[in-house]
């Protein structure tokens, strides 16, 4: 992976300041020990239905064994069928109905003209209608309610008026216990008082004073929730959570036993308290500095490798920052959902961190970074050893699996290929232990398969970093070398000879590069955007020159030689005009190092033998290629540049190019400061000459009585 130097503004963060740099470590450190469980580590690890790999366990002292979550809740539903609802009489609801009834008595009696039907006395009527509703009243009108339905019988499910349940009556402060079968619903009332009526032998139009009464039943008996939820409360309460002791001495676990349900309650009661005690008995300051230790000692791991291996990070506060937050972010989630006891940690999205970093810088800080935070994770997180494997090898496996992104379809592959080795761990490790796919829990592999979905919400946050923090990682690159960009679009129209050019160049140093080692997809944005100062006067460069007119053939030596080398500092002007990262505007900078522009300097020792021409005024302004891909960029400029003026490109001649080419950019000290080996340089030669090999067209010649420069 290319190792990418990114130039920020000096600003307070990015002022390579020793004070800020060692600030942000120690305050990363006490930031971790602050997210982390404050209590001392249970020291056994252990799971229901696996063995117990430990010595024989026996209890250091007497404590109580804890409930299962399954029997607080067989508790909690016992206790909530003994509470009886509350109810309050409002006794002021019959009387308002009933003189209600006798008002409209009246006016209901004329309207059905019954005052006109001989024997019809209205008031009968009015009298066996108060009786009927006096006596509903008296027994209660309530409305029934499911959550106190008496279980067991099904029947009351498709029933309601069957439903059945005590309740407490309260009326002035007196409460009565009373039970719903001696009361009335609406609809039960309604059919008592037609049964009533049609027993009644006064009246005649029983079916009409029936409807009448109908609307002058309403419920009394009124559900008071909030002192029921009271009762409720208060019964929950008093469950004790506890059940049964374990003494002193009492074997819990035996070494090769079977974890089963009656002794992983003991080990959990055990770890209970044992943490509760030691959180008491003031260890916690002991624990925190223990905590302080191992977290010191990662962080100075971590800081080490940049030192050594990427001293260019070492050096950014900025991308220290962005580790930083990084690492904070994803512990301080971890640790969140280990105290809110999540069902599954896997839920996680833990690979989504070397997954980051790995776009964002390359795969050894990846791999090292991920290493880091797992060893963490591990000081706290139970069944250690399950989560430090699982998450190591499916971390390493993201990695790997987008080495080279190339395509957006990767991220889907790349998610996939976690899954299955999620997966495969998994099953791995419950058949070493339990030697049986019977013990297999499938539904644990769900968590594993959210955990895999929310890793894909690491592309959108790689976006967010690189522009809160101007980095470059592979998505930006494989943006910048769409041909399709504004920038190589104008090229192409501009100066299509050097956009052509640019390709070959880009197809010539990708190639070697994916030989070599390194990264494809910078050193092809690299070699797409190094010519573009070429648009400013496209026509002094040869490739862009469509007739025999040679604009340089006005111009001195020093003249040409200037605006040659000026397409080098035109194009960082424009790439920054546009914003280009730093990275590739580096292949700009480099593509020609300090090298001469040849030629036009041989023209001037040539015109002027008497005179001692001044060097700088034909050399790049440089620097000289600092990264492998620079370099390969140099080699594969030249080679392409030069091959054009083959007559017969054939293998001989080819082959004598290419080894002329490389060896002058050696002599000249081209590559000394690149982290390029001789053994990488012949391996780019090598592709360099069977690549131009297969392009079999005849190149432009140079003529040399001609003051012209490729």
Not at 5 to 21: A, F
Not at 38 to 44: E, I, L, M
Not at 472 to 477: C, G, K, N, W
């Amino acid at each position: 992976m290319a190792k990418l130097k990114i130039n920020y503004p000096k600003d307070k963060l990015q002022n390579n300041s020793t004070v800020w740099k060692y600030g942000m470590v120690v305050l990363t450190i006490i930031l971790i020990c602050i997210f982390l469980p404050k209590q001392p580590r249970f020291r056994y690890e252990y799971q229901k239905g696996k063995p117990w790999n430990h010595e024989n366990l026996v209890s250091p002292y007497n404590f109580a064994i804890l409930k299962t979550p399954e029997e607080l809740a067989r508790d909690k539903q016992y206790i909530l069928k003994t509470v009886q609802p509350i109810y309050n009489l409002h006794d002021v609801v019959s009387k308002e109905q009933i003189d209600q009834f006798n008002t409209d008595l009246n006016e209901k009696w004329q309207s059905s003209q019954l005052d006109s039907v001989e024997g019809a006395d209205i008031n009968k009527y009015r009298a066996v209608g108060t009786a009927l509703l006096d006596y509903v009243y008296g027994r209660g009108v309530i409305s029934l309610n499911n959550r106190f339905q008496v279980k067991g019988d099904d029947s009351l499910k498709h029933d309601p008026t069957a439903m059945e349940y005590n309740f407490v009556l309260v009326h002035d402060n007196i409460a009565q216990q009373k039970n719903t079968v001696d009361c009335f619903t609406i609809e039960t009332a309604n059919q008592y008082i037609r049964s009533a009526l049609e027993r009644n032998t006064e009246i005649s139009f029983k079916p009409w004073l029936a409807e009448i009464l109908k609307s002058y039943i309403t419920i009394n008996f009124v559900f008071n929730e909030s002192q029921t939820n009271k009762v409720e409360q208060t019964a929950l309460s008093n469950i004790s959570t506890t059940r049964g002791m374990v003494q002193k001495d009492e074997l819990i676990a035996e070494q090769g036993k079977i974890v089963n349900n009656d002794s992983y309650q003991k080990l959990e009661s055990l770890r209970k308290v044992f943490e509760d005690e030691s959180r008491i008995s003031g260890e916690q300051n002991l624990v925190t500095f223990g905590h302080f230790i191992l977290i010191s000692l990662a962080m100075t791991l971590l800081m080490v490798f940049l030192y050594f291996f990427r001293i260019d990070i070492f050096n950014n506060n900025r991308l220290l920052f962005i580790i930083f937050l990084v690492i904070l972010v994803m512990l301080g989630v971890l640790s969140w959902a280990i105290k809110m006891k999540i069902p599954s940690l896997y839920y996680i999205p833990y690979c989504s961190v070397p997954i980051i970093f790995r776009l964002l810088f390359d795969t050894r800080i990846a791999l090292n970074i991920h290493i880091l935070m797992v060893l963490v994770a591990g000081l706290f997180v139970p069944n250690s050893f399950d989560f430090v494997f699982l998450q190591f090898t499916a971390g390493m496996v993201a990695i790997y699996s987008i080495k080279t992104l190339v395509k957006r379809e990767q991220f889907l592959v790349s998610s996939v290929i976690i899954l299955a080795t999620y997966i495969m761990a998994y099953v791995g490790l419950v058949l070493t232990r339990n030697g049986s796919f019977s013990s297999i829990y499938w539904q644990d592999i769900l968590p594993f398969t959210v955990s895999v979905g929310l890793t894909l919400l690491a592309y959108p946050l790689i976006y967010a970093f690189e522009k809160l923090f101007g980095i470059v990682s592979d998505l930006t690159l494989m943006e910048l070398t769409n041909s399709n960009s504004r920038l190589l679009r104008e090229l192409s129209l501009k100066a299509p000879g050097t956009f052509q050019h640019s390709l070959q160049v880009a197809n010539l140093a990708e190639a070697a590069i994916y030989k070599i080692g390194g990264n494809p997809l910078l050193v092809r944005a690299g070699a797409l955007y190094h010519d573009i100062g070429k648009m400013i006067n496209p026509l002094y460069f040869i490739e862009n020159q469509k007739t025999n007119d040679n604009p340089h053939e006005e111009l001195t030596p020093e003249q040409s030689a200037q605006i040659i080398i000026s397409h080098v500092l035109k194009g960082i002007e424009m790439a920054r005009k546009h914003q280009m990262p730093e990275v590739v505007i580096d292949f700009i900078r480099t593509h020609h190092g300090t090298t001469k522009v040849d030629y036009f300097y041989n023209l001037a020792v040539k015109d002027n033998p008497d005179k001692v021409i001044d060097e700088s005024i034909f050399k790049y302004p440089g620097p000289v290629p600092f990264s492998k891909e620079t370099a390969v960029l140099m080699m594969a400029d030249s080679v392409e540049a030069a091959s054009r003026a083959l007559k017969e490109p054939t293998e001989e001649s080819i082959n004598n190019l290419v080894d002329k080419i490389i060896e002058h950019k050696l002599m000249q000290r081209q590559f000394a400061n690149a982290n390029i080996t001789m053994r990488d340089i012949t391996e780019a030669s090598k592709i360099f000459k069977a690549m131009l090999k297969s392009i079999y067209h005849v190149r432009i010649d140079y003529d040399l009585t001609k003051k012209k420069e490729g």
